[in-house]
């Protein structure tokens, strides 16, 4: 059962909505499809090579920071620092820890059908954006193994899969790609090398959410490893915990609310670190990434949230822990210290609970 503390709530925020994210990857696609479609015309001048306004940004920058993750964390390259952080020989599923020395070939012991090599780890991007993150690891980091981004918004889905079609967003392109890979013409079957599935998935209102109970309804999921091996959240906390919906236990759901009668009302975004628990294997890592939370709230909202496991549930219990943290700079003001983002790295463990 969750923790019944937790850090004051956030204001809510047009951020919190789905509608503000389908407008948003509406509009992107509508601005992709206008740039990439020879047939279509529009009455907006190209952009200039040196105009990057903040008004512009929206339309102009589609290959680069147009997905919200991305722009939200740009001035601290939260991305590139993640994937420096997955990638160290410190974290136990590196590809240097998972991929044999003999292994020279990007492709070499992977399969290219399924997308991913055997016993490479599997990854989860929650609110995958435009899905750069995942591009980035695969041809970046070097990651072999299945990965897959949801997202509540279909257009979201539809922007991650037509960037990896066509292949012309930044993190598709590997450091010894050529400048001109990308070039118009050559995009046909450049998804094969990348293998990443994007999916429409709510993670809070999908009736399949509860893992450990369904097993088989959604063909993505590795019910038979008990959850992926790696979860990332690259400001998805933050979009839910400006969302005003509140959900409310005591209707059968919640055996002590019911058994007193009363009616608890929960904002949305309680429910969400004891979700995601769900969704990675045990031994397992979850990586979120906030602008929104301090590094210890953070840490308070997704090590509060603990639940029972084990033989007829009894005796055992599963949480998440703190494993390790991303540094980025930090600032001094008003005589306190602190950083504009926070990265932290957590580990589904199972043990014995401590009696009271």
Same mark, same amino acid.
């Given at each position: 059962?969750?923790?019944?503390?937790?850090p004051?709530?956030?204001?809510?925020?047009?951020?919190?909505?789905?509608?503000?994210?389908?407008?948003?990857y509406?509009?992107?696609?509508?601005?992709? !499809?206008?740039?990439?479609?020879p $047939?279509?015309?529009?009455?907006?001048?190209?952009?200039?090579? *040196? &105009?990057?306004s +903040?008004? @512009?940004?929206?339309d102009?920058?589609?290959?680069?920071?147009?997905?919200?993750g991305?722009?939200?964390?740009s001035?601290?390259?939260?991305?590139?620092?993640?994937?420096?952080f997955?990638?160290?020989?410190?974290?136990?599923?590196?590809?240097?820890?998972?991929?044999?020395a003999?292994?020279s070939?990007?492709s070499?012991?992977?399969?290219?059908?399924?997308?991913?090599g055997s016993?490479q780890?599997?990854?989860l991007?929650?609110?995958?954006?435009?899905?750069?993150?995942?591009a980035?690891?695969?041809?970046?980091?070097g990651?072999?193994?299945?990965?897959?981004?949801?997202d509540?918004?279909?257009?979201?889905?539809?922007?991650?899969?037509?960037?990896q079609?066509?292949?012309?967003h !930044?993190a598709?392109?590997?450091? $010894?790609?050529?400048?001109?890979?990308?070039?118009?013409?050559? *995009? &046909?079957?450049? +998804?094969k @090398?990348?293998?990443?599935?994007?999916e429409?998935?709510?993670?809070?209102?999908?009736?399949?959410?509860?893992?450990?109970?369904?097993k088989?309804?959604?063909?993505?999921?590795?019910?038979?490893?008990?959850g992926?091996?790696?979860?990332?959240?690259?400001?998805t906390?933050?979009?839910v915990?400006?969302?005003?919906?509140?959900?409310?236990?005591?209707?059968?759901?919640?055996?002590?609310?019911?058994?007193?009668?009363?009616?608890?009302?929960r904002r949305?975004?309680?429910?969400?670190?004891?979700?995601v628990?769900?969704l990675?294997?045990?031994?397992g890592?979850?990586?979120v990434?906030?602008?929104?939370?301090?590094?210890?709230e953070?840490?308070h909202?997704?090590?509060?949230?603990?639940?029972t496991t084990g033989?007829?549930?009894?005796?055992?219990?599963?949480r998440?822990?703190?494993w390790?943290?991303?540094?980025?700079p930090r600032?001094r003001?008003?005589g306190?210290?602190?950083?504009g983002v926070?990265?932290?790295?957590?580990q589904?463990?199972?043990?014995?609970?401590?009696?009271?």
């Amino acid at each position: 059962m969750a923790d019944e503390s937790h850090p004051a709530h956030l204001s809510p925020s047009e951020l919190g909505t789905k509608d503000y994210w389908e407008t948003f990857y509406a509009r992107t696609l509508t601005h992709l !499809s206008t740039k990439h479609n020879p $047939s279509t015309t529009t009455t907006k001048p190209p952009p200039k090579d *040196d &105009e990057n306004s +903040d008004a @512009d940004s929206d339309d102009d920058d589609i290959d680069d920071d147009s997905d919200p993750g991305t722009s939200w964390f740009s001035e601290h390259n939260a991305p590139d620092k993640v994937l420096q952080f997955l990638t160290d020989e410190e974290f136990p599923l590196a590809p240097v820890n998972t991929i044999p020395a003999s292994s020279s070939s990007p492709s070499s012991g992977e399969d290219k059908e399924g997308g991913g090599g055997s016993g490479q780890p599997s990854i989860l991007d929650l609110g995958t954006g435009n899905g750069s993150m995942l591009a980035l690891l695969r041809k970046r980091g070097g990651f072999r193994g299945e990965m897959v981004g949801v997202d509540y918004s279909i257009r979201s889905v539809e922007l991650a899969r037509e960037l990896q079609r066509l292949r012309i967003h !930044s993190a598709y392109l590997s450091d $010894s790609d050529d400048s001109d890979s990308d070039a118009e013409g050559e *995009d &046909e079957g450049k +998804d094969k @090398d990348t293998n990443i599935r994007f999916e429409e998935w709510d993670i809070l209102h999908h009736g399949e959410n509860n893992t450990e109970n369904e097993k088989g309804t959604l063909d993505w999921f590795p019910y038979d490893k008990g959850g992926f091996d790696i979860v990332l959240d690259k400001g998805t906390f933050d979009a839910v915990s400006l969302s005003d919906e509140v959900v409310v236990e005591g209707d059968g759901d919640d055996t002590a609310a019911s058994a007193s009668g009363r009616k608890i009302q929960r904002r949305v975004c309680e429910r969400y670190p004891g979700i995601v628990r769900g969704l990675v294997r045990k031994g397992g890592f979850v990586v979120v990434t906030s602008c929104n939370w301090t590094e210890e709230e953070l840490v308070h909202w997704f090590t509060s949230s603990t639940g029972t496991t084990g033989s007829g549930g009894e005796g055992q219990e599963d949480r998440l822990v703190v494993w390790g943290r991303v540094e980025y700079p930090r600032f001094r003001f008003g005589g306190r210290e602190g950083q504009g983002v926070c990265t932290v790295c957590f580990q589904r463990v199972e043990g014995k609970k401590e009696e009271a």
